[in-house]
Protein backbone atom coordinates (compact mmCIF):
# COMPACT_ATOMS: atom_id res chain seq x y z
CA UNK A 1 0.00 0.00 0.00
CA UNK A 2 1.11 3.10 -1.06
CA UNK A 3 1.90 5.42 2.66
CA UNK A 4 2.34 8.88 0.86
CA UNK A 5 0.15 11.12 -1.02
CA UNK A 6 0.89 13.92 -2.67
CA UNK A 7 -1.40 16.16 -4.66
CA UNK A 8 -0.57 18.57 -7.76
CA UNK A 9 -2.34 19.83 -10.08
CA UNK A 10 -0.22 18.17 -13.02
CA UNK A 11 1.57 14.95 -13.11
CA UNK A 12 3.87 14.55 -15.99
CA UNK A 13 5.52 11.08 -16.46
CA UNK A 14 9.30 10.80 -17.68
CA UNK A 15 11.55 13.42 -18.05
CA UNK A 16 12.71 12.88 -21.44
CA UNK A 17 13.35 15.83 -23.84
CA UNK A 18 9.43 15.77 -24.30
CA UNK A 19 8.36 15.09 -20.66
CA UNK A 20 11.02 18.48 -19.66
CA UNK A 21 9.48 20.77 -22.30
CA UNK A 22 5.57 19.98 -21.09
CA UNK A 23 6.31 20.68 -17.78
CA UNK A 24 7.95 23.76 -18.45
CA UNK A 25 5.27 25.31 -20.51
CA UNK A 26 2.49 23.75 -18.68
CA UNK A 27 3.83 25.38 -14.90
CA UNK A 28 3.80 29.02 -17.11
CA UNK A 29 0.40 29.79 -15.49
CA UNK A 30 1.15 28.64 -11.76
CA UNK A 31 -0.47 25.36 -12.40
CA UNK A 32 1.86 23.30 -9.81
CA UNK A 33 3.76 20.33 -11.91
CA UNK A 34 5.45 17.06 -10.69
CA UNK A 35 7.61 15.23 -12.81
CA UNK A 36 7.90 11.55 -12.53
CA UNK A 37 11.14 9.65 -13.82
CA UNK A 38 12.71 6.38 -12.37
CA UNK A 39 16.17 7.20 -14.59
CA UNK A 40 18.21 10.03 -16.26
CA UNK A 41 16.08 13.77 -16.51
CA UNK A 42 17.14 14.40 -20.25
CA UNK A 43 15.88 10.55 -21.56
CA UNK A 44 17.05 8.80 -24.46
CA UNK A 45 17.67 11.54 -26.35
CA UNK A 46 20.86 12.88 -24.30
CA UNK A 47 22.26 10.00 -22.91
CA UNK A 48 21.51 6.79 -25.91
CA UNK A 49 20.19 8.60 -28.88
CA UNK A 50 20.46 11.83 -30.96
CA UNK A 51 23.72 13.23 -28.70
CA UNK A 52 25.96 10.16 -28.47
CA UNK A 53 24.96 9.45 -31.84
CA UNK A 54 25.75 12.16 -33.45
CA UNK A 55 29.31 12.80 -31.35
CA UNK A 56 30.05 9.30 -32.95
CA UNK A 57 29.41 10.67 -36.47
CA UNK A 58 30.86 14.17 -36.34
CA UNK A 59 34.56 12.85 -36.59
CA UNK A 60 33.69 10.93 -39.97
CA UNK A 61 32.25 14.39 -41.69
CA UNK A 62 34.90 16.81 -40.45
CA UNK A 63 37.34 14.36 -42.13
CA UNK A 64 35.24 13.58 -45.28
CA UNK A 65 35.06 17.48 -45.60
CA UNK A 66 38.97 18.28 -45.11
CA UNK A 67 39.90 15.36 -47.26
CA UNK A 68 37.65 16.81 -50.08
CA UNK A 69 39.45 20.05 -50.63
CA UNK A 70 42.84 20.27 -51.59
CA UNK A 71 44.58 22.43 -50.10
CA UNK A 72 43.77 20.80 -46.51
CA UNK A 73 43.36 17.20 -47.56
CA UNK A 74 46.88 17.27 -47.09
CA UNK A 75 46.89 18.37 -43.51
CA UNK A 76 44.64 15.22 -42.92
CA UNK A 77 47.84 12.33 -42.40
CA UNK A 78 45.73 10.14 -40.08
CA UNK A 79 42.34 8.34 -39.91
CA UNK A 80 39.89 8.59 -36.89
CA UNK A 81 40.84 8.05 -33.29
CA UNK A 82 38.46 5.62 -31.86
CA UNK A 83 39.61 6.41 -28.07
CA UNK A 84 39.21 10.01 -28.66
CA UNK A 85 35.78 9.63 -30.22
CA UNK A 86 34.42 7.86 -27.32
CA UNK A 87 35.88 10.18 -24.38
CA UNK A 88 33.93 13.41 -26.45
CA UNK A 89 31.35 10.91 -27.04
CA UNK A 90 31.31 10.58 -23.10
CA UNK A 91 31.98 14.33 -22.55
CA UNK A 92 28.68 14.96 -25.04
CA UNK A 93 26.33 12.01 -23.26
CA UNK A 94 27.37 14.16 -20.12
CA UNK A 95 29.40 11.27 -18.20
CA UNK A 96 25.08 9.72 -18.25
CA UNK A 97 24.85 12.37 -15.23
CA UNK A 98 21.69 14.23 -14.93
CA UNK A 99 22.97 16.79 -12.36
CA UNK A 100 22.97 19.50 -15.37
CA UNK A 101 19.04 18.47 -16.35
CA UNK A 102 18.05 18.59 -12.81
CA UNK A 103 19.55 21.70 -11.71
CA UNK A 104 17.71 23.44 -14.78
CA UNK A 105 14.33 21.59 -14.15
CA UNK A 106 14.18 22.61 -10.09
CA UNK A 107 14.84 26.21 -11.41
CA UNK A 108 11.91 25.85 -13.80
CA UNK A 109 10.42 25.60 -10.59
CA UNK A 110 9.08 22.26 -11.05
CA UNK A 111 9.21 19.32 -8.23
CA UNK A 112 10.98 15.90 -9.89
CA UNK A 113 9.87 12.61 -8.35
CA UNK A 114 12.33 9.93 -9.10
CA UNK A 115 10.76 6.59 -9.36
CA UNK A 116 8.50 4.96 -11.72
CA UNK A 117 4.63 5.68 -12.36
CA UNK A 118 1.51 3.25 -12.81
CA UNK A 119 -2.08 4.66 -12.89
CA UNK A 120 -4.53 3.03 -10.32
CA UNK A 121 -7.20 4.92 -11.82
CA UNK A 122 -8.33 8.40 -13.34
CA UNK A 123 -5.46 11.02 -12.18
CA UNK A 124 -4.49 8.52 -9.52
CA UNK A 125 -0.86 6.87 -10.06
CA UNK A 126 1.31 5.31 -7.39
CA UNK A 127 5.11 6.33 -8.11
CA UNK A 128 7.23 3.14 -7.28
CA UNK A 129 10.49 4.66 -6.02
CA UNK A 130 14.02 3.51 -5.90
CA UNK A 131 14.04 2.46 -2.54
CA UNK A 132 10.36 0.51 -3.41
CA UNK A 133 8.78 2.54 -1.50
CA UNK A 134 5.39 3.69 -3.03
CA UNK A 135 3.29 6.98 -3.04
CA UNK A 136 0.39 8.02 -4.47
CA UNK A 137 0.49 10.93 -6.64
CA UNK A 138 -3.07 12.90 -7.72
CA UNK A 139 -3.27 15.04 -10.43
CA UNK A 140 -5.86 17.60 -9.44
CA UNK A 141 -6.22 18.78 -13.38
CA UNK A 142 -3.97 17.05 -15.77
CA UNK A 143 -1.41 14.03 -16.38
CA UNK A 144 0.52 14.11 -19.50
CA UNK A 145 2.23 10.14 -20.40
CA UNK A 146 5.75 11.01 -22.21
CA UNK A 147 7.08 7.87 -21.48
CA UNK A 148 8.91 7.54 -24.74
CA UNK A 149 9.30 4.39 -26.94
CA UNK A 150 11.56 0.91 -26.52
CA UNK A 151 13.62 -1.10 -28.93
CA UNK A 152 11.77 -3.82 -30.63
CA UNK A 153 13.84 -7.23 -30.49
CA UNK A 154 12.84 -9.92 -32.91
CA UNK A 155 12.53 -13.31 -31.48
CA UNK A 156 15.54 -14.51 -33.39
CA UNK A 157 17.64 -12.20 -31.29
CA UNK A 158 16.35 -12.66 -27.65
CA UNK A 159 19.12 -15.47 -26.83
CA UNK A 160 22.01 -13.63 -27.95
CA UNK A 161 22.18 -10.67 -26.11
CA UNK A 162 22.07 -8.12 -29.26
CA UNK A 163 22.88 -4.83 -28.77
CA UNK A 164 20.37 -1.70 -29.52
CA UNK A 165 21.00 1.41 -30.00
CA UNK A 166 21.32 1.86 -26.08
CA UNK A 167 24.43 -0.37 -25.97
CA UNK A 168 25.91 0.85 -28.90
CA UNK A 169 25.59 4.65 -28.30
CA UNK A 170 27.60 4.12 -25.07
CA UNK A 171 29.87 1.06 -25.83
CA UNK A 172 33.34 1.59 -25.03
CA UNK A 173 34.45 -0.97 -27.50
CA UNK A 174 34.40 -0.95 -30.87
CA UNK A 175 33.54 -4.98 -31.87
CA UNK A 176 36.06 -5.95 -34.52
CA UNK A 177 32.86 -7.55 -36.83
CA UNK A 178 29.60 -5.47 -36.52
CA UNK A 179 26.21 -6.92 -38.21
CA UNK A 180 23.39 -4.21 -38.34
CA UNK A 181 20.28 -5.60 -38.27
CA UNK A 182 17.53 -3.01 -40.12
CA UNK A 183 17.50 -0.46 -42.77
CA UNK A 184 15.81 2.13 -41.14
CA UNK A 185 17.67 5.20 -39.45
CA UNK A 186 19.52 3.91 -36.54
CA UNK A 187 20.81 1.04 -38.46
CA UNK A 188 21.98 3.70 -41.34
CA UNK A 189 23.37 6.14 -38.76
CA UNK A 190 25.09 3.41 -36.57
CA UNK A 191 26.60 1.23 -39.44
CA UNK A 192 28.26 4.51 -41.09
CA UNK A 193 29.65 5.67 -36.93
CA UNK A 194 30.59 1.93 -36.22
CA UNK A 195 32.24 1.90 -39.71
CA UNK A 196 34.23 4.92 -39.62
CA UNK A 197 35.66 3.97 -35.83
CA UNK A 198 36.95 0.84 -37.82
CA UNK A 199 34.45 -1.66 -37.38
CA UNK A 200 33.71 -4.70 -40.36
CA UNK A 201 29.71 -3.28 -40.14
CA UNK A 202 27.45 -5.93 -42.66
CA UNK A 203 23.77 -4.32 -42.70
CA UNK A 204 21.16 -6.86 -43.22
CA UNK A 205 18.35 -5.00 -44.63
CA UNK A 206 14.80 -6.42 -44.77
CA UNK A 207 13.54 -4.71 -47.49
CA UNK A 208 14.31 -3.44 -51.12
CA UNK A 209 15.95 -0.49 -50.08
CA UNK A 210 17.51 1.57 -46.99
CA UNK A 211 15.45 4.54 -45.75
CA UNK A 212 12.16 3.45 -46.80
CA UNK A 213 10.19 6.26 -45.49
CA UNK A 214 12.72 8.10 -47.59
CA UNK A 215 12.88 9.12 -51.53
CA UNK A 216 14.26 6.03 -52.95
CA UNK A 217 17.19 8.52 -53.79
CA UNK A 218 18.30 8.77 -50.67
CA UNK A 219 18.43 5.61 -49.32
CA UNK A 220 20.35 4.45 -52.90
CA UNK A 221 22.41 7.34 -52.02
CA UNK A 222 23.53 6.08 -49.00
CA UNK A 223 23.99 2.75 -49.58
CA UNK A 224 26.28 3.51 -52.56
CA UNK A 225 28.59 5.69 -49.96
CA UNK A 226 28.24 2.62 -47.33
CA UNK A 227 29.78 0.13 -49.51
CA UNK A 228 31.84 2.53 -51.06
CA UNK A 229 33.24 2.59 -47.64
CA UNK A 230 33.54 -1.34 -47.02
CA UNK A 231 30.28 -1.80 -45.87
CA UNK A 232 28.24 -4.70 -46.65
CA UNK A 233 24.75 -4.13 -47.38
CA UNK A 234 22.45 -6.93 -47.86
CA UNK A 235 18.75 -6.10 -49.02
CA UNK A 236 16.21 -8.50 -49.05
CA UNK A 237 17.22 -10.29 -46.04
CA UNK A 238 15.74 -12.20 -43.57
CA UNK A 239 18.25 -13.35 -40.33
CA UNK A 240 17.09 -17.10 -39.35
CA UNK A 241 19.27 -18.28 -36.58
CA UNK A 242 21.49 -16.39 -34.06
CA UNK A 243 23.37 -18.07 -32.17
CA UNK A 244 26.02 -16.71 -28.97
CA UNK A 245 29.00 -19.01 -29.11
CA UNK A 246 31.49 -17.20 -26.30
CA UNK A 247 32.09 -13.80 -27.54
CA UNK A 248 30.81 -14.52 -31.24
CA UNK A 249 27.30 -14.31 -32.52
CA UNK A 250 26.84 -16.53 -35.74
CA UNK A 251 24.31 -16.08 -37.81
CA UNK A 252 22.29 -17.59 -40.62
CA UNK A 253 21.17 -15.05 -42.94
CA UNK A 254 18.38 -15.45 -46.23
CA UNK A 255 18.37 -13.82 -49.25
CA UNK A 256 15.87 -13.10 -51.93
CA UNK A 257 16.89 -13.58 -55.16
CA UNK A 258 15.97 -10.76 -56.64
CA UNK A 259 18.18 -9.03 -53.96
CA UNK A 260 20.91 -11.52 -53.84
CA UNK A 261 20.98 -10.04 -57.91
CA UNK A 262 22.28 -13.52 -58.77
CA UNK A 263 18.96 -15.02 -59.98
CA UNK A 264 18.78 -17.31 -57.38
CA UNK A 265 17.64 -17.50 -53.34
CA UNK A 266 21.10 -17.80 -51.34
CA UNK A 267 22.02 -18.42 -47.35
CA UNK A 268 25.03 -16.53 -45.80
CA UNK A 269 26.22 -17.76 -42.55
CA UNK A 270 27.78 -15.09 -41.03
CA UNK A 271 30.23 -14.81 -37.96
CA UNK A 272 30.12 -11.55 -35.86
CA UNK A 273 31.45 -9.67 -32.08
CA UNK A 274 28.12 -7.81 -31.92
CA UNK A 275 24.87 -7.70 -33.35
CA UNK A 276 23.21 -3.98 -33.63
CA UNK A 277 19.33 -4.96 -33.28
CA UNK A 278 17.80 -1.49 -35.41
CA UNK A 279 14.25 -2.95 -36.32
CA UNK A 280 12.39 -0.59 -34.93
CA UNK A 281 10.33 1.28 -31.74
CA UNK A 282 7.61 0.73 -29.67
CA UNK A 283 5.60 3.05 -27.83
CA UNK A 284 6.59 2.34 -23.61
CA UNK A 285 2.92 1.65 -22.32
CA UNK A 286 3.75 -1.94 -21.09
CA UNK A 287 3.22 -1.05 -17.66
CA UNK A 288 1.54 2.02 -16.84
CA UNK A 289 -2.14 0.54 -15.97
CA UNK A 290 -3.51 1.59 -18.87
CA UNK A 291 -6.12 -0.96 -18.32
CA UNK A 292 -7.36 0.85 -15.52
CA UNK A 293 -8.39 3.78 -17.72
CA UNK A 294 -9.53 1.13 -20.22
CA UNK A 295 -7.04 1.65 -22.55
CA UNK A 296 -4.43 -1.35 -23.92
CA UNK A 297 -1.23 -1.94 -22.12
CA UNK A 298 1.50 -1.49 -25.10
CA UNK A 299 -0.47 0.05 -27.35
CA UNK A 300 0.48 3.74 -28.40
CA UNK A 301 -1.65 6.39 -26.53
CA UNK A 302 -3.53 8.03 -29.45
CA UNK A 303 -3.82 11.60 -29.65
CA UNK A 304 -5.98 14.36 -31.25
CA UNK A 305 -3.93 17.91 -32.24
CA UNK A 306 -4.45 19.55 -28.85
CA UNK A 307 -2.41 16.24 -27.48
CA UNK A 308 -5.50 14.82 -25.87
CA UNK A 309 -5.90 10.88 -25.36
CA UNK A 310 -8.19 9.31 -27.40
CA UNK A 311 -11.10 7.24 -25.44
CA UNK A 312 -10.46 8.77 -21.91
CA UNK A 313 -13.58 11.00 -20.59
CA UNK A 314 -12.88 14.36 -19.13
CA UNK A 315 -10.02 15.78 -20.94
CA UNK A 316 -7.56 15.55 -18.43
CA UNK A 317 -5.14 12.83 -19.91
CA UNK A 318 -2.65 13.94 -22.32
CA UNK A 319 0.09 12.18 -24.12
CA UNK A 320 2.93 13.31 -26.19
CA UNK A 321 6.81 12.36 -27.62
CA UNK A 322 7.14 9.01 -29.15
CA UNK A 323 4.59 7.20 -26.51
CA UNK A 324 2.37 8.63 -28.91
CA UNK A 325 3.45 6.48 -32.00
CA UNK A 326 2.52 10.28 -33.88
CA UNK A 327 6.16 11.61 -33.68
CA UNK A 328 9.59 9.75 -33.53
CA UNK A 329 12.16 12.48 -33.31
CA UNK A 330 12.70 14.73 -30.46
CA UNK A 331 12.47 17.82 -32.30
CA UNK A 332 9.05 17.24 -33.44
CA UNK A 333 8.02 15.83 -29.32
CA UNK A 334 9.48 19.17 -28.07
CA UNK A 335 6.59 20.51 -30.85
CA UNK A 336 3.83 18.51 -29.50
CA UNK A 337 5.11 19.40 -25.96
CA UNK A 338 4.87 22.90 -26.82
CA UNK A 339 1.32 22.76 -27.53
CA UNK A 340 0.29 20.21 -24.98
CA UNK A 341 2.20 22.92 -22.02
CA UNK A 342 0.46 25.71 -23.40
CA UNK A 343 -3.17 24.22 -24.40
CA UNK A 344 -2.86 22.79 -20.06
CA UNK A 345 -1.89 26.03 -18.71
CA UNK A 346 -4.35 27.77 -20.35
CA UNK A 347 -7.27 25.35 -20.20
CA UNK A 348 -6.50 25.23 -16.61
CA UNK A 349 -5.46 28.56 -15.48
CA UNK A 350 -5.60 28.69 -11.85
CA UNK A 351 -5.55 32.52 -11.64
CA UNK A 352 -9.41 34.20 -11.39
CA UNK A 353 -10.39 35.83 -14.11
CA UNK A 354 -11.43 39.24 -11.93
CA UNK A 355 -7.91 39.65 -12.00
CA UNK A 356 -7.84 40.14 -16.11
CA UNK A 357 -6.08 36.59 -16.63
CA UNK A 358 -8.60 34.84 -18.29
CA UNK A 359 -8.57 36.57 -21.38
CA UNK A 360 -4.97 37.10 -22.19
CA UNK A 361 -2.37 35.95 -19.41
CA UNK A 362 1.00 35.50 -19.19
CA UNK A 363 3.19 35.10 -22.74
CA UNK A 364 -0.65 35.27 -24.71
CA UNK A 365 -2.20 31.99 -22.48
CA UNK A 366 -6.07 32.37 -22.86
CA UNK A 367 -8.40 29.67 -21.67
CA UNK A 368 -11.04 30.85 -24.12
CA UNK A 369 -8.25 31.02 -27.26
CA UNK A 370 -7.53 27.60 -26.14
CA UNK A 371 -10.90 26.49 -26.08
CA UNK A 372 -12.10 28.23 -29.64
CA UNK A 373 -8.31 27.21 -31.23
CA UNK A 374 -8.17 26.48 -34.91
CA UNK A 375 -5.30 24.74 -36.85
CA UNK A 376 -1.73 26.42 -36.99
CA UNK A 377 -2.32 28.55 -33.34
CA UNK A 378 -0.35 27.77 -30.88
CA UNK A 379 -3.00 25.14 -28.96
CA UNK A 380 -2.84 22.59 -32.26
CA UNK A 381 0.26 20.78 -33.40
CA UNK A 382 -1.23 21.15 -36.93
CA UNK A 383 2.48 20.46 -38.16
CA UNK A 384 3.13 16.84 -36.97
CA UNK A 385 0.44 16.63 -40.46
CA UNK A 386 2.36 16.61 -43.77
CA UNK A 387 5.07 18.80 -42.17
CA UNK A 388 7.56 16.95 -40.25
CA UNK A 389 11.20 17.45 -40.76
CA UNK A 390 13.67 14.75 -40.28
CA UNK A 391 17.88 14.92 -40.86
CA UNK A 392 19.62 11.48 -40.77
CA UNK A 393 22.95 11.80 -40.22
CA UNK A 394 24.09 9.68 -42.20
CA UNK A 395 27.30 10.66 -45.20
CA UNK A 396 25.78 11.94 -47.25
CA UNK A 397 23.43 13.52 -45.08
CA UNK A 398 19.62 12.77 -46.12
CA UNK A 399 17.15 15.60 -44.69
CA UNK A 400 13.63 15.56 -45.69
CA UNK A 401 10.20 17.43 -44.33
CA UNK A 402 6.58 16.90 -45.31
CA UNK A 403 5.50 14.41 -48.49
CA UNK A 404 7.40 12.39 -50.10
CA UNK A 405 6.44 11.98 -54.39
CA UNK A 406 4.80 8.38 -53.01
CA UNK A 407 2.96 9.67 -50.70
CA UNK A 408 1.87 12.51 -52.28
CA UNK A 409 0.51 10.61 -55.08
CA UNK A 410 -1.51 8.19 -52.40
CA UNK A 411 -3.41 11.48 -50.84
CA UNK A 412 -4.07 11.90 -54.13
CA UNK A 413 -2.50 15.37 -55.09
CA UNK A 414 -1.47 15.68 -58.37
CA UNK A 415 2.47 17.16 -57.94
CA UNK A 416 5.33 18.07 -60.29
CA UNK A 417 8.63 16.70 -59.10
CA UNK A 418 11.44 19.13 -59.36
CA UNK A 419 14.99 17.92 -59.15
CA UNK A 420 18.42 19.23 -59.12
CA UNK A 421 22.23 17.76 -58.72
CA UNK A 422 23.46 19.83 -55.95
CA UNK A 423 27.70 19.08 -57.63
CA UNK A 424 26.21 21.68 -60.67
CA UNK A 425 25.88 24.42 -58.82
CA UNK A 426 28.91 26.99 -58.47
CA UNK A 427 28.77 27.11 -54.29
CA UNK A 428 29.35 23.02 -54.79
CA UNK A 429 32.13 23.43 -56.55
CA UNK A 430 33.68 25.63 -54.07
CA UNK A 431 32.55 23.07 -50.92
CA UNK A 432 34.19 20.53 -51.91
CA UNK A 433 35.72 18.78 -54.89
CA UNK A 434 33.55 16.05 -56.81
CA UNK A 435 30.37 17.35 -54.42
CA UNK A 436 27.45 15.18 -54.61
CA UNK A 437 24.37 15.45 -53.83
CA UNK A 438 20.81 16.00 -54.75
CA UNK A 439 17.75 17.56 -53.60
CA UNK A 440 13.74 17.31 -54.95
CA UNK A 441 10.75 19.34 -54.25
CA UNK A 442 6.90 17.82 -54.56
CA UNK A 443 5.05 20.76 -55.65
CA UNK A 444 1.67 20.71 -55.37
CA UNK A 445 0.39 21.83 -58.75
CA UNK A 446 -3.10 23.39 -58.33
CA UNK A 447 -1.61 25.43 -55.25
CA UNK A 448 1.78 25.73 -56.92
CA UNK A 449 2.81 25.21 -53.20
CA UNK A 450 5.81 23.22 -52.11
CA UNK A 451 4.61 19.98 -50.07
CA UNK A 452 7.40 18.14 -49.47
CA UNK A 453 11.40 18.69 -49.73
CA UNK A 454 14.34 15.88 -49.83
CA UNK A 455 17.64 16.97 -49.42
CA UNK A 456 20.72 14.75 -49.95
CA UNK A 457 24.68 15.16 -49.87
CA UNK A 458 27.51 16.52 -47.21
CA UNK A 459 26.32 19.16 -44.53
CA UNK A 460 22.66 19.29 -45.87
CA UNK A 461 20.88 19.14 -42.23
CA UNK A 462 20.81 22.61 -42.36
CA UNK A 463 19.66 23.72 -45.42
CA UNK A 464 16.32 21.34 -44.29
CA UNK A 465 14.66 24.72 -42.45
CA UNK A 466 14.13 27.02 -45.36
CA UNK A 467 11.86 24.16 -46.94
CA UNK A 468 10.45 23.27 -43.78
CA UNK A 469 9.35 26.98 -43.51
CA UNK A 470 8.16 26.62 -46.88
CA UNK A 471 6.17 24.19 -46.40
CA UNK A 472 4.45 25.44 -43.66
CA UNK A 473 3.85 28.41 -44.69
CA UNK A 474 2.54 27.30 -47.87
CA UNK A 475 4.57 29.84 -50.34
CA UNK A 476 3.71 30.04 -53.98
CA UNK A 477 6.32 29.40 -55.74
CA UNK A 478 5.83 32.41 -57.52
CA UNK A 479 6.51 33.99 -53.96
CA UNK A 480 9.48 32.06 -53.29
CA UNK A 481 11.35 33.25 -56.16
CA UNK A 482 11.66 36.44 -54.20
CA UNK A 483 13.56 34.73 -51.52
CA UNK A 484 17.02 35.52 -53.19
CA UNK A 485 19.82 32.56 -52.16
CA UNK A 486 23.10 33.71 -51.52
CA UNK A 487 25.88 33.45 -53.78
CA UNK A 488 27.84 30.59 -53.50
CA UNK A 489 26.15 28.64 -51.45
CA UNK A 490 24.60 25.37 -51.51
CA UNK A 491 20.86 27.02 -51.00
CA UNK A 492 21.31 28.42 -54.44
CA UNK A 493 19.57 25.50 -55.24
CA UNK A 494 16.47 26.62 -54.60
CA UNK A 495 16.99 28.74 -57.26
CA UNK A 496 17.93 26.29 -59.75
CA UNK A 497 14.67 24.50 -58.54
CA UNK A 498 12.64 27.30 -60.16
CA UNK A 499 14.50 27.56 -62.84
CA UNK A 500 13.40 24.18 -63.63
CA UNK A 501 9.59 24.65 -62.92
CA UNK A 502 9.85 27.77 -65.13
CA UNK A 503 9.47 30.49 -62.64
C1 LIG B 1 19.94 5.88 -31.73
C2 LIG B 1 18.92 6.99 -31.83
C3 LIG B 1 19.28 8.21 -32.33
C4 LIG B 1 18.36 9.24 -32.40
N1 LIG B 1 18.76 10.43 -32.93
C5 LIG B 1 17.88 11.43 -33.02
C6 LIG B 1 18.28 12.68 -33.54
O1 LIG B 1 19.44 12.88 -33.93
N2 LIG B 1 17.37 13.68 -33.60
C7 LIG B 1 16.09 13.49 -33.18
O2 LIG B 1 15.29 14.44 -33.26
N3 LIG B 1 15.67 12.30 -32.69
C8 LIG B 1 16.53 11.28 -32.60
N4 LIG B 1 16.13 10.09 -32.06
C9 LIG B 1 14.76 9.96 -31.56
C10 LIG B 1 14.66 10.56 -30.14
O3 LIG B 1 15.64 9.97 -29.30
C11 LIG B 1 13.28 10.33 -29.56
O4 LIG B 1 12.29 10.76 -30.46
C12 LIG B 1 13.13 11.09 -28.24
O5 LIG B 1 14.10 10.66 -27.29
C13 LIG B 1 11.73 10.88 -27.65
O6 LIG B 1 11.62 11.64 -26.48
P1 LIG B 1 10.53 11.26 -25.38
O7 LIG B 1 10.69 12.30 -24.32
O8 LIG B 1 9.22 11.04 -26.02
O9 LIG B 1 10.99 9.85 -24.82
P2 LIG B 1 12.30 9.42 -24.00
O10 LIG B 1 13.47 10.25 -24.31
O11 LIG B 1 12.41 7.94 -24.22
O12 LIG B 1 11.91 9.70 -22.49
C14 LIG B 1 10.92 8.96 -21.84
C15 LIG B 1 11.23 8.93 -20.36
O13 LIG B 1 10.13 8.34 -19.68
C16 LIG B 1 10.64 7.58 -18.60
N5 LIG B 1 9.62 6.59 -18.21
C17 LIG B 1 9.33 5.40 -18.80
N6 LIG B 1 8.36 4.77 -18.11
C18 LIG B 1 8.02 5.58 -17.08
C19 LIG B 1 7.07 5.49 -16.03
N7 LIG B 1 6.29 4.42 -15.90
N8 LIG B 1 7.00 6.51 -15.13
C20 LIG B 1 7.77 7.59 -15.25
N9 LIG B 1 8.69 7.73 -16.24
C21 LIG B 1 8.81 6.74 -17.14
C22 LIG B 1 11.90 6.95 -19.18
O14 LIG B 1 12.78 6.55 -18.14
C23 LIG B 1 12.46 8.08 -20.02
O15 LIG B 1 13.42 8.85 -19.34
C24 LIG B 1 17.04 9.03 -31.98
C25 LIG B 1 16.64 7.79 -31.47
C26 LIG B 1 17.58 6.78 -31.39
C27 LIG B 1 17.14 5.45 -30.83
N1 LIG C 1 18.45 11.44 -36.82
C1 LIG C 1 17.27 11.18 -36.28
O1 LIG C 1 16.38 12.01 -36.21
C2 LIG C 1 17.03 9.81 -35.73
C3 LIG C 1 18.06 8.92 -35.56
C4 LIG C 1 17.79 7.65 -35.11
C5 LIG C 1 16.48 7.31 -34.79
N2 LIG C 1 15.50 8.20 -34.93
C6 LIG C 1 14.11 7.82 -34.69
O2 LIG C 1 14.01 6.61 -34.00
C7 LIG C 1 13.01 5.81 -34.57
C8 LIG C 1 13.43 4.38 -34.57
O3 LIG C 1 14.45 4.18 -35.56
P1 LIG C 1 14.71 2.75 -36.17
O4 LIG C 1 15.76 2.87 -37.20
O5 LIG C 1 14.90 1.79 -35.04
O6 LIG C 1 13.32 2.39 -36.81
P2 LIG C 1 12.82 2.51 -38.31
O7 LIG C 1 11.37 2.25 -38.26
O8 LIG C 1 13.32 3.75 -38.96
O9 LIG C 1 13.54 1.31 -39.07
C9 LIG C 1 13.33 0.00 -38.70
C10 LIG C 1 13.98 -0.91 -39.74
O10 LIG C 1 13.95 -2.25 -39.28
C11 LIG C 1 13.39 -3.09 -40.28
N3 LIG C 1 12.72 -4.18 -39.58
C12 LIG C 1 11.61 -4.12 -38.83
N4 LIG C 1 11.33 -5.35 -38.31
C13 LIG C 1 12.30 -6.18 -38.73
C14 LIG C 1 12.58 -7.56 -38.53
N5 LIG C 1 11.79 -8.31 -37.78
N6 LIG C 1 13.68 -8.07 -39.11
C15 LIG C 1 14.49 -7.31 -39.87
N7 LIG C 1 14.29 -5.99 -40.09
C16 LIG C 1 13.20 -5.45 -39.54
C17 LIG C 1 12.47 -2.19 -41.08
O11 LIG C 1 12.25 -2.73 -42.35
C18 LIG C 1 13.29 -0.90 -41.10
O12 LIG C 1 14.27 -0.94 -42.09
C19 LIG C 1 12.77 6.33 -35.97
O13 LIG C 1 11.41 6.52 -36.18
C20 LIG C 1 13.53 7.60 -36.07
O14 LIG C 1 12.73 8.71 -36.43
C21 LIG C 1 15.74 9.45 -35.41
Not at 258 to 263: E, L, N, Y
Not at 432 to 439: H, K, L, N, W
Not at 456 to 478: C, K, R
Request: charged content about 25%; hydrophobic content about 45%.
Amino acid sequence: MAEVTDEYDVVVLGAGAVGENVADRASRTGLSVVVVEPALVGGECSYWACMPSKALLRPGDVLAAARAVPGAAAAVTGGIDPAAVLVRRDEVAAHWDDAGQVAWLEGAGLTLLRGRARFTGPRVLVVEEADGSLRTVTARRAVVVATGSVPVVPGTFADVRPWTSREATSTHRVPPRLAVVGGGVVATELATAFADLGSEVTVLVRGERLLAAAEPFAGEAVARALTDRGVRVLLGTSVTSAVRDGDEVRLVVERRATAAGDGQDATDRLSVDEVLVATGRRPATDDLGLETLGLRPGDALEVDDRLQVAGVDGGWLFAAGDVTGRTATTHQGKYDARVVGDVIAARFDPRPAAEGHAGGTRQGLSRQAEAEAAPWSRYRATADVGAVPQVVFTRPQVAWVGRTHEQAQRDGVEVEVLAYELGDLGGASVTAEDYEGRVQLVVDVARDVVLGATFVGPDVADMLHAATVAVVGEVPLSRLWHAVPSYPTLSEVWLRLLEAAGR
